[in-house]
């Protein structure tokens, strides 16, 4: 009986060392996990007209996204079972919530080309995620830039969009900054054409920072003080802050483009 009882706990630990080796029980998937979970209950809150909510949940989903990498080169436990989750994750908070939460929110008021747009944000979004894995596999990737807009981006854009709209009209507490407020209702009727710009971008061979390169030079004054004042403003005004910056982002890797090729300077990777 006890060589049996320890012939049973040797294969137990076996299972469980191939399940860490293949990084199935690691802190990165818990974080991973609670990224898929943030998008399953975000496209629920959007079905039931809570935008707010499913907006909030896709930029929780984002803060669990930005940290289970992190996590796994911290603990050493990088593996391309976690890169495969991580997309399939992704697949659903990035791609598919942002697209029916537009859909419920704004998109299904057009009866006949509401949920082609819906759909081709979110397909043009799962091309961007199997692309960016394919570079990835093999060795292409840049640590300066991604080629193409990153799914995390836009998916933060639209969210952070609901919620402002959503406190505007009320519906939710809160407060957005006056200067922004008046602008809304004229972003939510071109809703539609800007998930079609976002989706070309997913799928676009455009550069976009990554931010995930060391940096070499120490941070100016200037900088400190910006990062300060957003901060500021981000415990105010977490949702408009969040909707400035990522457009920001998205506008100026375009700006980017045409300066670069104006001055015919190449994309250091």
Known sequence: MQEETKSS???????????????????PSLFTLGNLACGFF????????????????????????MFDGRVARLLGTESNFGVEMDSLADAISFCTAPAMLMYFFVLHQQPIWGAPIACVYACFGVLRL???????LAGEGSKKYFSGLPVP??????????????IMEGNMGGHNIRLLTPYLPHL??????????LAL??????????FKAKREKRMSVWALLLIVFLVVLLIRYPQDVILIVFSAYVIFGLLAVLYRAFRGIKVEK
């Open 9 to 27: 706990q040797k294969a137990e630990m076996k299972v469980v060392d191939k399940l860490k080796h293949t990084g199935a029980i690691t802190a």
């Open 42 to 65: 975000s496209i629920l809150a959007a079905a039931k007209g809570h935008f707010a909510q499913a907006g909030w949940l896709i930029l929780f989903a984002a803060v669990f996204d």
């Open 130 to 136: 199997a692309k960016f894995n394919t570079m990835a």
């Open 153 to 166: 981006a836009p998916a933060a854009l639209l969210a952070s969009f609901a919620i402002s709209y959503s």
């Open 188 to 197: 939510y009727n071109f809703v539609w054409f800007a998930m079609l710009i």
């Open 201 to 210: 971008l997913m799928v676009s061979n455009v550069p976009y920072a990554a």
